[in-house]
């Protein structure tokens, strides 16, 4: 059998994504213009699938703060952090994430998928339980298989499903892990937390909760969902990514468990992979402190969500169930979601297009991803443009294209 052969029909299938146009799965940004806008194709585009948050991608201080770091200490460490990969700058960043999320501990991973695959593969072992929810992110499913604990797969968000799953397991002697994420990447919907930690506690198991698209997005001072939920105590540690609020690339966990330095030398995903940049590590730390200096980034976002959540909704489209940064507009077909997808583009407004496998309840979706710098202005034109081009696929009924946006 020929090396890739088990690839084929996903070739297939790829082949006929691309033949309607531009190969969604590489876009490719000829210049990044802003925190908004790219130059894709030698035509200006509205970025609504980025994940930047909070618009820190061009951020003065952030710039400042990796120019500088770049220069003193030099591009890349070359080195493991048990090695000759940790400066003080990395020392800084994860006392000053500990110190954010009001942990004892933090530790930074070179990217957000090698965190969730350390922590998780690490604090379950073999005789352990990972209990995961079935919407996790593929980095926490990854680590799954890293793991030598056994891994059981809970229904998303229900925590009666979760508590039947821990209760058979009562009388079995392991401890039980279980993961969860802040806000779910594909439908943006929210995980009832505050159910969860109860069910946890009940059992006596142990809480990973994923922050990636909630860092920087929920909670009183941005800590994410378990500070919303009034549940932090509950979560013993806390995964996220820099590569979403903190507009860089990176991975970090924090915890009180008094164990938790042991990680560094047990970690694999720690351990065998060169550290970040310098610079990438001080332009996270000026990141992370404009997260804690400057709610109103937050509140913008949130008044930019509502405009967009809203104004789709009001055309008529079908939406993930929450309001969050992620704005996803369920399809009935992928046919359907490919062809909006072009058009858009083509439209100058870039968006995510998810396909089954790779999203919930195998629904094609359309992920936008909402910035606190995006102008009114700006998510109204995308709202109109996909307002029209949906009309004109038939998607929507006539009566709402005149709705009011
Ligand atoms: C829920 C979740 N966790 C982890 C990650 C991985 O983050 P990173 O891009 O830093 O590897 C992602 C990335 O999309 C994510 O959505």
């Not at 942990?103 to 998780?120: C, D, K, P």
């Not at 392991?174 to 009940?202: F, H, N, W």
């Not at 999203?359 to 109204?380: F, I, K, M, N």
Request: one cysteine or more.
């Amino acid at each position: 059998m020929a090396l890739f052969e088990r690839f084929a029909p996903l070739m297939h299938a790829h082949d006929a994504v691309k033949a309607a146009g531009t190969d969604p799965f590489g876009v490719r940004m000829d210049r990044v213009l802003s925190p908004t806008e790219a130059v894709i194709k030698g035509r200006r585009t509205l970025l609504a699938g980025t994940n930047n948050y909070l618009g820190l991608t061009f951020d003065s201080g952030c710039i400042a703060a990796a120019r500088s770091a770049m220069e003193t200490f030099g591009t890349g460490t070359t080195g493991s952090s048990i090695a000759n990969g940790s400066y003080g700058g990395h020392r800084a960043l994860e006392r000053a994430l500990a110190e954010f999320f009001d942990r004892e501990h933090g530790m930074v991973f070179s990217t957000g998928y090698q965190a969730n695959l350390g922590i998780i593969s690490t604090v379950a072992g073999p005789k352990d339980y990972l209990i995961i929810d079935a919407d996790c992110h593929a980095s926490i499913y990854d680590a799954c298989k890293l793991s030598s604990a056994t891994v059981i797969r809970a229904r998303h968000n229900d925590p009666a499903d979760l508590d039947k799953r821990l209760q058979r397991l009562a009388e079995q002697p392991g401890d039980k892990v279980i993961v969860t994420e802040g806000i779910y990447s594909m439908l943006g919907d929210q995980a009832p937390l505050a159910e969860i930690a109860e069910v946890k506690r009940r059992h006596g198991a142990y809480l990973v909760v994923d922050e990636a698209h909630s860092l920087g997005v929920l909670g009183e001072t941005g800590r994410g969902l378990a500070q919303a939920a009034g549940v932090e105590a509950d979560v013993d540690f806390v995964v996220g990514t820099f590569s979403k609020s903190l507009g860089a690339v990176g991975g970090f966990c924090v915890s009180n468990h008094p164990d938790f330095e042991v990680l560094r030398i047990v970690c694999r995903p720690y351990m065998f992979t060169a550290s970040l940049p310098p610079s990438v590590i001080a332009s996270v730390r000026a990141a992370l402190e404009t997260v804690a200096r400057r709610p109103d980034l937050r509140h913008r976002l949130w008044r930019n969500i509502g405009t967009l959540y809203d104004a789709l909704e009001r055309r008529g489209f079908l939406l993930g169930p929450q309001k969050g940064p992620v704005v996803a507009v369920r399809l009935p077909s992928p046919e359907m979601a490919i062809h909006l997808w072009q058009a858009l583009l083509n439209a100058g407004v870039y968006v995510n297009l998810a396909l089954p496998p790779a999203t919930p309840s195998g629904e094609p979706l359309l992920r936008c991803s909402v910035c606190a710098a995006h102008t009114t202005e700006q998510l109204r034109h995308m709202v109109d443009v996909l307002t029209d081009i949906a009309y004109d696929a038939g998607l929507l009924e006539p009566q709402m294209r005149a709705a009011a946006g």
